[in-house]
């Protein structure tokens, strides 16, 4: 069974940085492509960022590109999401997916806001 904790939201001031993290278990996590998704207030859930099996290969939704830094720690079967020069258009629920061809799921998601 797929789980997803996500931490590491908050708020902070437009220019600022946050790392966030979503541990994961109950599955073979060095199996399955992880995936940052975001929902601002009002709007479809996008794709921020995604990271393969072996963290060799990174995409990035244009909206955050030279911005986010997406990695993951197979030994301890957590994702990160290293958010720098935020801006209040980042304010959104970040939530973590995890897929393969066995299955997936999606953590509870973390509160991100970005204001003065």
């Known amino acids: 069974q797929v789980r997803l904790v996500e931490s590491g939201g908050g708020l902070v001031q437009p220019g600022g940085s946050l790392r966030l993290s979503c541990a994961a278990s109950g599955f073979v996590f060095s199996a399955y492509t992880m995936k940052w998704y975001r929902q601002a207030p009002g709007k479809e859930r996008e794709l921020v960022a995604f990271i393969t099996s072996s963290g060799g290969s990174v995409t990035y939704a244009d909206s955050v590109k030279g911005r986010f830094t997406i990695s993951r720690d197979n030994a301890k079967n957590t994702v990160y999401l290293q958010m720098n020069s935020l801006k209040p258009e980042d304010t959104a629920v970040y939530y973590c997916?995890?897929?393969?061809?066995?299955?997936?799921?999606w953590g509870q998601g973390t509160q991100v806001t970005v204001s003065s």
């Open positions: 997916n995890a897929v393969s061809i066995y299955g997936s799921g």
